[in-house]
């Protein structure tokens, strides 16, 4: 392949509150970047989620987390624009900034199918298509929307295929099986908060800043 092949290649874009990453998220993310052949997946932890509880960890301490974990694996990348930007972090703003730095890149936004069932909520929804793709990872407990407008979308714009992917800017949908690990950054919280060990659940560099750092309280031992 030669460089202005690599050039094309689509770049992904992970974000999520990451409070803390997990090896759901993880798993995820390096299953998608092998089998659409992205570029490189950019992680980027929300600064301000604004339409949800604010994050128990703070921001520097969730971008650290995301830091050690994704350590030592080419083509991942930890993009901090979010934390570094003020008000409330909106996907469509991030992904603008992203399209005019990467006028020519696909771009593939993934989301958990709980994530895309909430999208119509989302600021500027309609306008992420245009902008980005949307590619959509099974989540345990999830179903993909059966009617309405989320289902009509998927109807005109879904592909089962990566390579439409590559073809264009933005704009497709892509469902894709991950291998499902049934991990929640709630059910973490609640695990530590219990007192109980989240050992083989996260990564142990994020276990070990999650024990000195003390954000999720009690402590395991
Ligand atoms: P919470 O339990 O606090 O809602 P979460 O585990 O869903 O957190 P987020 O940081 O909110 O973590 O998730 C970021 C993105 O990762 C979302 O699009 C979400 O759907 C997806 N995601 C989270 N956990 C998994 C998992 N186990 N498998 C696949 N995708 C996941």
Redesign the pocket.
């Known amino acids: 392949m030669n460089s202005l092949a690599l050039d094309a290649r689509p770049i992904g874009i992970f ?5 803390p990453i ?1 090896l ?2 993880l798993r ?1 993310g390096f299953e998608l970047l092998q089998s659409l052949q992205l570029s490189e997946l950019r992680w980027i932890p929300v600064g301000n989620p604004g339409h949800r509880e604010p994050p128990l960890a703070a921001a520097a301490v969730r971008l650290e987390m995301v830091r050690v974990a994704i350590a030592g694996q080419p083509g991942f990348v930890l993009d901090d624009r979010e934390v570094r930007r003020s008000g409330v972090s909106y996907t469509v703003d991030t992904l603008e900034g992203l399209r005019a730095e990467h006028p020519a890149r696909p771009l593939c936004l ?3 199918m ?2 895309f069932l909430g999208l119509t909520a989302w600021r500027r929804w309609a306008d992420i298509l245009t902008l980005a793709h949307l590619v959509v ?1 099974h ?1 345990p407990g999830w179903q993909r929307p059966g009617q309405g407008p989320l289902s009509d979308l998927l109807a005109q714009r879904g592909t089962t295929h990566a390579a439409d992917l590559h073809a264009a800017l933005a704009g497709r949908i892509y469902v894709h099986a ?1 291998t499902q ?7 973490l919280r609640d695990i530590i908060t219990a007192g109980r060990d989240p050992r083989f659940l996260v990564p142990e560099p994020v276990r070990a800043i999650i024990r000195e750092t003390g954000c999720y309280a009690a402590q395991t031992d």
Request: hydrophobic share 35%; aromatic share 4%; no cysteine.
């Open positions: 974000g999520g509150t990451f409070d997990h759901g998220h995820t993934v989301l958990g709980d994530a990872a989540r991950v690990l049934e991990i929640s950054s709630t059910g």
